[in-house]
């Protein structure tokens, strides 16, 4: 006689994967304006790559920070990023002063890394100027070269494009902190130069 003895089967389930993620990188990782004129403006381009799998919705952005902006605009929220896709954005930096400015930008989103975030950074120089005037030749000429050199090798280099009939000029070129020196040149109608008239040195602020 042939007996079986049967038992019972459990059966186990396991819990489903989970949904695909997006994933955001973002370059570069920090934003570096550098020194800018106060008056004057500088602009970065900041890429936002979705590297995950899944498309991934932005919901917030902010910027912070003195003399930091969007250039035309803050971007259009809520903002979807398919997989494998990317949006370029412009950040300016204008400074309203001179000095080290920092500011921040942060992103949130339902990607893997939902809340991300970047230091921003610049300086603001004061704009400087030399204003240079002299005394107009004592015979006929087609007008004045100016000519600036600076105080390390001692070669001078013309600054105006082509003479000018003015006897003063403003040479706003200038950087803080650097020793400059100058000299004006007569050309008359045939287009000969004149030897240099004498030098005047200037040193700009450090500021």
């Known amino acids: 006689m042939l007996t079986a003895c049967g038992g019972k089967q459990q059966l186990t389930s396991q819990p489903p994967p989970p949904p695909p993620q997006g994933t955001l990188t973002i370059t570069p990782s920090q934003l570096s304006f ?7 403006s500088a602009t970065l381009t900041l890429d936002v790559a979705n590297s995950g799998s899944a498309a991934v919705l932005i919901s917030n952005v902010q ?24 949006v370029s954005w412009l950040v300016a930096f204008a400074p309203q002063a001179s000095g080290a400015q920092s500011g921040s930008l942060s992103i949130a989103s339902n990607a893997s ?11 603001g120089a ?9 005394a107009p030749s004592a015979s006929p000429v087609n007008g004045y070269n100016v000519y600036r050199g600076d105080g390390q090798s ?19 070129t200038v950087l803080a902190g650097q ?11 045939q287009g000969a130069e004149s030897s240099f008239s ?7 602020p450090n500021l």
């Open 34 to 40: 550098g020194t800018v004129s106060v008056g004057a």
């Open 63 to 86: 910027l912070t920070g003195n003399g930091f902006s969007w250039v035309a605009g803050a971007p259009t929220l809520p903002l979807t990023i398919a997989a494998g896709k990317s």
């Open 113 to 123: 890394d939902s809340s991300l975030n970047i230091d921003l950074a610049g300086s």
């Open 126 to 134: 004061a704009h400087h100027a030399v204003a240079l005037t002299w």
């Open 154 to 172: 001692g070669t001078f280099v013309r600054i105006t494009t082509a003479p000018i009939a003015n006897t003063n000029f403003s040479d706003s």
């Open 179 to 189: 020793t400059y020196h100058y000299a004006v040149t007569a050309v008359d109608s």
């Open 198 to 204: 004498n030098q005047v040195t200037v040193t700009i």
